[in-house]
């Protein structure tokens, strides 16, 4: 038999009908009648199917009873136009190959449970279904455009460290990295962990945010960008946290808090329209499934102004909503770190448009934030987003050596490990600013999605580090 080359189930719904062709994949459901068999076959190239047509008289029936849902087969056959609805073209098979069975009873997609709570129980399995491939393609363009807006725009990719001695937002949520014996642990004169005797000579963690180190890059480069891992030990078992998520972090010389604000509004303005050009088949799968205002909500984004207003016009806000009878959980008043229903607030209820928040209480923020005249704020810029709440952090960086130093020793932080970021200040010093995009924030606005685990592959959360 003359060999043929697979063609993806993307590429064969797209193809004109009469070809011999070869298809391989998983077998979504089988359905039929005493004499033709109809199998949907994915290969994950496309949320959509390609249904295999089967003469049951001329396959062998052994072959066949083993052809069940999960289980991975090839056919050949002919391109033919399709006469059921909802498919242009399918294959009338000729010869079909069983590569994997997949046994009903065992098989952990086939239950009547298809709950998101239930398929992460099954997180290793979960991207066979509809949903978890809509939202992996998702994931994986969303990853290729934030590559696209930056490297059309003359932005160097900067790859930071995971491990650092650094603790870069200053709030103590590392995790330690050490190969230290744990039972057996080497201690110095004062009864301390001796860090000397650690593999790299110093206590070490995983990093929460690559910004410290992309500052140094934006100082030398002009424009950076990290896209990584990031690690927090935060122990907060939220829908939009997790203990491992993926972060984007642009560094601009020369850009002031407004030159930021206009810079972020565009980059995630331009995600989302890249996801509506781009990933449509995926999109409308997931508003006809879950969210029947998803696509609405994408558009709106694209469409609209964000509303930019200080932090203390916010909180203005807020106690007005309270004044006038609305009910917040967490109490308002100037000086609190804004909690999500806050936030929803004024994004959902208030402007009905995300809201670029300015100028927060400096108490509240991290140490490189540039201090305003106040004495009390920071040039700091969170956006806040419709169902999401904080999408992205950013500020405009403090530059004066002098001020930064009075606020690292204000907090009480660890100098010693950050001698080197004081550099960027002592030598050559700019003004600059940043931002830090969460990944899977993104995604959760881009899905619909509302846990946070339903957007990463394999989700790290407080117990939770299987697969
Ligand atoms: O606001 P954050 O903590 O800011 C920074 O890390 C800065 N260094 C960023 C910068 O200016 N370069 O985090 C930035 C964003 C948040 O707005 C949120 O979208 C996401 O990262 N994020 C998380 N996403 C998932 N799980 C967590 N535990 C997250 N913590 C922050
Ligand atoms: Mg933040």
Redesign the pocket.
């Known amino acids: 038999m003359e060999e043929i080359k697979r063609i993806k189930v993307k590429d064969l719904l797209g193809m004109a009908p009469g070809k011999e062709v070869l298809a391989k994949g998983w077998v979504r459901t089988k359905r039929g009648n005493k004499e033709i068999a109809f199998i949907a076959l994915n290969d994950g190239s496309t949320i959509n199917n390609i249904q295999i047509v089967v003469d049951k008289t001329a396959t062998d029936a052994d072959l066949l009873a083993k052809i069940t849902t999960g289980a991975c087969i090839a056919v050949r056959g002919t391109l033919v136009e399709s006469i059921g609805s909802g498919q242009a073209v399918e294959v009338r098979a000729g010869e079909i190959t069983l590569y994997g069975e997949c046994d009903p009873m065992r098989y952990p997609l086939q239950k009547k449970d298809t709950s998101f709570e239930y398929l992460r129980t099954v997180a290793h399995m979960r991207p066979r279904t509809n949903t978890f491939g809509a939202i992996l393609r998702l994931r994986s363009q969303m990853a290729f455009a934030i590559h696209d807006y930056f490297h059309s725009r003359g932005f160097v990719y900067l790859n930071t460290p995971l491990i650092t001695a650094a603790d870069?937002?200053g709030a103590g949520e590392m995790f330690q990295v050490t190969t230290l014996d744990l039972n057996n642990v080497p201690r110095n004169k004062k009864g301390e962990p001796d860090y000397s005797k650690d593999f790299f000579g110093r206590q070490t963690s995983l990093t929460?945010?690559?910004?410290l180190e992309?500052e140094l890059g934006a100082t030398a480069l002009g424009e950076i960008y990290t896209f990584g891992p990031?690690f927090?030990a935060?122990n907060?078992n939220t829908p939009?946290?997790?203990?491992e998520?993926w972060?984007i972090?642009?560094?601009m010389a020369f850009y002031d808090i407004k030159d930021n604000m206009v810079l972020a509004e565009d980059f995630i303005k331009s995600l989302v329209r890249y996801a509506l050009d781009n990933c449509m088949d995926d999109i409308r799968f997931l508003n006809d499934r879950y969210d029947n205002t998803l696509i609405e909500r994408l558009q709106g984004v694209v469409n609209t102004e964000f509303k930019v207003l200080t932090y203390t016009e916010g909180i203005e806000i807020l106690e007005k909503a309270v004044a006038d009878g609305h009910v917040f959980e967490y109490p308002v008043s100037w000086g609190i770190d804004l909690q999500s229903e806050h936030e929803r607030y004024l994004v959902e209820h208030h402007f009905g448009r995300p809201v670029i928040m300015t100028d927060y209480p400096k108490d509240i923020k991290?140490f490189y934030m540039k201090q305003n005249d106040d004495g009390k704020t920071v040039r700091g810029m969170?956006?806040l987003f419709p169902k999401i709440g904080?999408?992205?952090?950013?500020?405009e960086r403090e530059s004066s050596l002098e001020k930064m130093e009075a606020r690292i020793n204000e907090l009480g932080m660890s100098r010693r490990t950050l001698e080197w970021y004081l550099d960027t200040r002592r030598f050559g010093s700019c003004p600059h600013s940043?931002?830090?995009?969460?990944f899977?924030?993104?995604l959760l606005f881009i899905t619909g999605m509302s846990n946070?685990r339903d957007v990463i592959p394999f989700p790290r959360t407080p117990k939770n580090a299987e697969f």
């Open positions: 870069a937002e929460v945010s690559g910004q992309g990031t927090r935060e907060s939009r946290h997790l203990a998520f972060m972090e642009p560094e991290a969170d956006i904080e999408i992205i952090g950013g500020s940043g931002f830090g995009l969460g899977e924030r993104l946070i």
